[in-house]
């Protein structure tokens, strides 16, 4: 579980294809080592991927091809920036909001806007997930939490303040760049709360 706060802006180092999976390595800056250990969780550009090698200040994942297919860490290649947040632990802040890690989709971005100091982002997302996406309500973006502006079919709106496009890969978007979506997972329990009630 996570928060969808980045502590850390990694790099991938290595990509290696292992019988049509792909083992990455990433490296980190910000991340306390002896913090992490083999088996632990590390959100990846919103990714929950497990830590199987841990070496100086580099971790090794071995990334599925559902993964691969699903998100958009199919895409990544050394040198590439990643958001990075290890797992909650007992006692941590909950600063955003509650994170699975487990993609539920694609998105698109179709517009950028100055807005003041922040910068106003469109996003698309597939129709499927629309429904999910409320307006004041929570989403996920590569693994930022961040509050949705408005919403009008498959199309939301957020801002980003200048801390957040300082301190994660959202500053660096660009229209047509493709992001990984969480939906705030509340509102996928209470569609299923409600469907068992019909």
Do not use: W
Request: proline share 4%; hydrophobic share 40%.
């Amino acid at each position: 579980m996570f928060t969808g706060i980045v502590q850390d802006v990694g790099r991938v180092v290595s990509r290696e294809t292992r019988g049509g999976d792909v083992r990455m390595v990433i490296a980190f800056d910000q991340l306390d080592p002896s913090g992490i250990s083999v088996g632990d969780s590390i959100c990846v550009q919103g990714c929950c991927l497990t830590a199987v090698e841990l070496r100086d200040r580099t971790f090794a994942a071995d990334v599925s091809r559902e993964t691969l297919s699903l998100t958009t860490l199919g895409a990544l290649a050394p040198g590439s920036p990643v958001n990075l947040e290890p797992s909650l632990k007992a006692g941590d802040p909950l600063g955003g909001h509650l994170v699975s890690g487990h993609v539920d989709g694609v998105g698109e971005i179709t517009a950028l806007s100055g807005d003041a100091r922040s910068t106003r982002i469109e996003v698309s997302v597939p129709s499927a997930l629309a429904r999910y996406i409320a307006r004041k309500g929570s989403v996920t973006i590569d693994g930022v939490s961040l509050t949705v502006n408005e919403v009008q079919g498959a199309l939301f709106g957020i801002n980003l303040i200048p801390h957040t496009q300082a301190v994660t890969t959202l500053g660096a978007l660009r229209a047509g760049a493709r992001v990984n979506i969480e939906v705030d997972q509340i509102a996928r329990y209470v569609e299923r709360l409600l469907a068992g009630a019909s």
